[in-house]
C-alpha cells in the first residue's frame, strides 16, 4: 500500500506563512510528479503547484510569486512553502502524487487533506 501523510496546515494571519508537508511512504518504484491542490467548497479541486521528478514546477496564477513548491527525493517528501498569505487562500489543501510502482504500472494518489485557514 501507498501511504501519502500532510502536515502543516492551521490558523494564521493574512501576510503570514505556512509550510505544507506531504510525506509518501509504501510500495513505490519511483515517483514522478508531486503537487498540491485545493478545493474551497462547492468549487472543483485546482491545481496549486507541482513539481517533476527533474524539479521542474508549475503554478496556480492565483500563488505565483507567494508560494514555493519543492521536493526532497531522499525523503519522498514535497513541500509548499506559502507566503504572504490572503483569506482568499483558506480552504483544504491536497497532496497528489503519481507515481510507477513495481509492477510498472503508474498510480495517481491522493493526501487526506489540511486545512489552511486565513484569517485575523
Request: glycine share 10%; hydrophobic share 30%.
Amino acid at each position: 500500500q501507498v501511504h501519502l501523510v500532510e502536515s502543516g496546515g492551521g490558523l494564521v494571519q493574512p501576510g503570514g506563512s505556512l509550510r505544507l508537508s506531504c510525506a509518501v511512504s509504501g510500495s513505490i518504484f519511483s515517483i514522478l510528479s508531486m503537487g498540491w491542490y485545493r478545493q474551497a467548497p462547492g468549487k472543483e479541486r485546482e491545481l496549486v503547484a507541482s513539481i517533476t521528478s527533474s524539479g521542474r514546477t508549475n503554478y496556480a496564477d492565483s500563488v505565483k510569486g507567494r508560494f514555493a513548491i519543492s521536493r526532497d527525493n531522499a525523503k519522498n517528501t514535497v513541500y509548499l512553502q506559502m507566503n504572504s498569505l490572503k483569506p482568499e487562500d483558506t480552504t483544504v489543501y491536497y497532496c497528489n502524487v503519481h507515481a510507477q510502482r513495481y509492477d510498472l504500472n503508474l498510480y495517481n494518489y491522493w493526501g487526506q487533506g489540511t486545512r489552511v485557514t486565513v484569517s485575523s
